[in-house]
Each structure stands twice: as C-alpha cells, then as structure tokens.
C-alpha cells in the first residue's frame, strides 16, 4: 500500500510515540520500519502493524537468512554482531 509523505511523516510520529527515542527509526520501503530498543529488542513496523522481535529471534533470523544458512556457529555469529557495539571505532583503533 503506497504512502505519501504526510502520511510517512505522520506514521513516523506515531512511530515515535509507539515506540518512544530508542534510537533511530529506519524506513526501509514503503511501510516498513525498524528500529532497536534498548535491550537489543527489534521492532518492525509493517502497514502500521507493530511486531517486536527478542534479540535471539532476530538473530536467528539473520543465521538463517545468511549464505551459510542456520547453524549454532551462524547463530553465535549473528548475536555477537548484534551486540558489539562501535564496530567501525574498534577496526579503526587496531
């Protein structure tokens, strides 16, 4: 369902109030949001339809989906990229 801006605007206020500043919101397409809580929680915003993902099914989502495909190792991968905070910082400091 195509949006147009006032409508982006105004689902990116209501965003704001559903989910407070927990950081960024990221418009990925057309009625499609997440953002990322303070516990490492991912919310996903579909046609005004708000789903809240633990961190461990996000990560499982993203072993799953990678070339490797789902593994304990992928798995452990994805949590630890996940978590870690100031990659670039870290690779830049090295």
């Given at each position: 369902m195509p949006v147009d801006d006032?409508?982006?605007q105004a689902l990116?206020?209501?965003?704001?109030?559903?989910?407070?500043?927990h950081g960024k919101i990221f418009h990925a397409n057309s009625g499609l949001?997440?953002?990322r809580f303070n516990d490492g929680a991912?919310?996903?915003v579909y046609n005004r339809t708000v789903i809240v993902l633990h961190?461990?099914?996000w990560a499982s989502i993203m072993s799953k989906m990678?070339?490797?495909?789902?593994?304990?190792?992928?798995?452990n991968e994805a949590l630890d990229f996940h978590n870690k905070k100031n990659l670039l910082h870290k690779k830049q400091q090295d």
């Amino acid at each position: 369902m195509p949006v147009d801006d006032k409508e982006l605007q105004a689902l990116g206020e209501q965003l704001t109030q559903i989910m407070g500043n927990h950081g960024k919101i990221f418009h990925a397409n057309s009625g499609l949001y997440f953002t990322r809580f303070n516990d490492g929680a991912i919310g996903v915003v579909y046609n005004r339809t708000v789903i809240v993902l633990h961190v461990n099914i996000w990560a499982s989502i993203m072993s799953k989906m990678c070339i490797r495909g789902e593994s304990k190792e992928t798995l452990n991968e994805a949590l630890d990229f996940h978590n870690k905070k100031n990659l670039l910082h870290k690779k830049q400091q090295d």
